[in-house]
Each structure stands twice: as C-alpha cells, then as structure tokens.
C-alpha cells in the first residue's frame, strides 16, 4: 500500500510542472560550503571532497588529516583532498567574520527545517524506510531513521523533500539512496538531532543539517552537503556538493 502510494505520486509529479513538497530551506551562506563544522572535521586519506569546507569557531586545528597548505594571504588553505578551498576561523580577515555568519545560516537553516509542521508522512515504516519509494513532502519522525536496503527518492526536479529526524540516521554499509525522475539533492533536506552514521561503502543524496555529528565510514559517497553543529568524520569518503 504505501509502494503504491509514493508510486501514484512519483508519477503525478512526473507529469506535471508543478513544484511538490514544502518550501524550500534557505541555507544562506552555509550553502556555499561542502562541510562545514563548529568542532572540527577530520578525514582518513585519501578523502575526495568537491566544494569548500569551513570549521567555526574552531581554529584551523579543527581540521585533521588534509595536509593543510596555508595560502600567503594566510585567509584560506588548501589541501590535496579537496577541490576548493578550507576555512578556519583562526585565519586573517575577513575569513572569521564570514564563517561566523556562515555558522549562524547554518543554525538559522536546521531550526527552520526541523520546526515545519503538519507533516505529510509522519513516523512512516517506523523509521525503517529501506526499500521504499519516497515522493516529495515533509517527513516526521520522532525516533530514528534507518536504512537497510536501497532507498529510492523520487520526484521532479522542482520537488522538494524534508525529512525530520528526532534521533539518529543510520545507513547501512553498501546501501544507496537513489534519485528517480530528475529529482535534485539540493531539493532534499535531511535535518537530524542525532548522529548521523553512514556504513562503509553506502550512498548519501541530499544536504544533512546534522545537530551533533556525521560519520561517513569507509568508500562512501555523498551527493550532498554536511552542515553539522558538532564534528564530521569521513574515512576514504567522497563528498560532491
């Protein structure tokens, strides 16, 4: 029954140019940035990471395992395992001010996520979504999320999906979330309380707002971005924003 349900409104979205789903969330300057981190982000080489990454308020000692270069302006670093460019908050002006903005956009953009109502799909599968369908809406849940088998997220490319998460999002080690019908992982919104675990090998689509941290285990890869109030973690982890 619920296949179906999100079947019937994949196909609906397809056929139509109408925009499905809540509004989207505006993530400011945060979106400019592929992880951004107030307690620091770590990688076990080698890392691949399209996009910036920014640690605030967190020296540049925050970030571990880059083999940082710092540029001769002394306002960014730059680093093998990253195509773009690494801020900390210890670098010269104006690189601290536009981080702590940054970092604010950042807590503007999970509180706004994660305090949407009337949601359209609430407690769905209890939180056990593997193999299921998802088509554009807002999705409750008052305990954690996981997921265990393949994962299909579908929609049109002007859809929009929240998922509100109240405990941690767990995805287990070699499985995917996978885009149906030109629907865009910037559209997509996963807003976490808990800690946010993707196992070794599995497939992130969508931007996280994690409150505490994200772990991304060994050959994952993420479409996404990863905006945490606490640490990020990848092991020979690619992150494409």
């Known amino acids: 029954m619920l296949s179906s349900l999100f079947t019937i409104s994949f196909l609906a979205a397809l056929g139509s140019v109408v925009a499905f789903g809540p509004a989207p969330v505006n993530l400011g300057t945060a979106g400019t940035y592929a992880i951004l981190s107030k307690s620091g982000v770590s ?7 399209t996009g910036n990454v920014g640690v605030s308020p967190i020296a540049a000692t925050g970030l571990t395992g880059f083999s940082l270069t710092l540029a001769p302006t002394g306002q960014l670093s730059t680093s093998g395992q990253v195509v773009g460019e690494l801020f900390a908050a210890s670098y010269t ?8 903005v940054a970092i604010g956009d950042m807590g503007t953009a999970y509180n706004d996520a994660s305090g949407r109502v009337n949601p359209t799909f609430n407690n769905l599968a209890s939180g056990a979504i593997g193999g299921l369908v998802l088509g554009p809406g ?19 490319a002007t ?9 941690t999002l767990t995805i287990a080690g070699a499985k995917k979330m996978t885009l149906a019908g030109g629907a865009l992982a910037s559209n997509i919104v996963w807003v976490v309380a808990g800690a946010v675990t993707a196992g070794a090998g599995s497939h992130v689509e969508g931007v996280i707002l994690g409150k505490t941290s994200i772990t991304l285990q060994t050959g994952t890869t993420a479409n996404s971005r990863l905006l945490a109030q606490t640490f990020v973690a990848l092991q020979k982890a690619t992150v494409t924003n």
């Not at 999705?139 to 997220?153: F, H, L, N």
């Open 159 to 167: 859809d929009t999906w929240i998922f509100q998460v109240s405990g």
């Open 93 to 100: 002006a104006p690189t601290p001010t536009l981080l702590t």
């Open 43 to 49: 990688t076990v080489p080698p890392s691949v990471i």
């Open 138 to 156: 807002l999705y409750k849940w008052t305990s954690g999320v996981s997921i265990g088998s393949d994962v299909t997220i579908a929609g049109a």
